[in-house]
């Protein structure tokens, strides 16, 4: 049986975790670029991969994901 856990607060970014895993397909905690394709299609292809990847190392971050994904938010609220 499962001991129970102390569930912490749920940080403000969880919805945001929870999209970035669902693309990391392999769970390497990164978007390969290949995985980001599926992440740029849903964001409406509005954003390219070099957008995203901010620090040029060919693979979005889950910061990197974050920082993006904040900004979507901040602009949904906007035009909503
Ligand atoms: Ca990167």
Known sequence: MADEEVQ???PDNAATRALFN??????????????AVAALTQMGNKVTF???DTDGDNRISFEE???HDARARRHNRCTS
């Open 22 to 35: 669902g693309f990391d397909k392999d769970g390497s905690g990164y978007l390969e670029p290949g995985e």
């Open 8 to 10: 912490e607060e749920v």
């Open 50 to 52: 070099s957008d995203l």
């Open 65 to 67: 994901f974050e920082v």
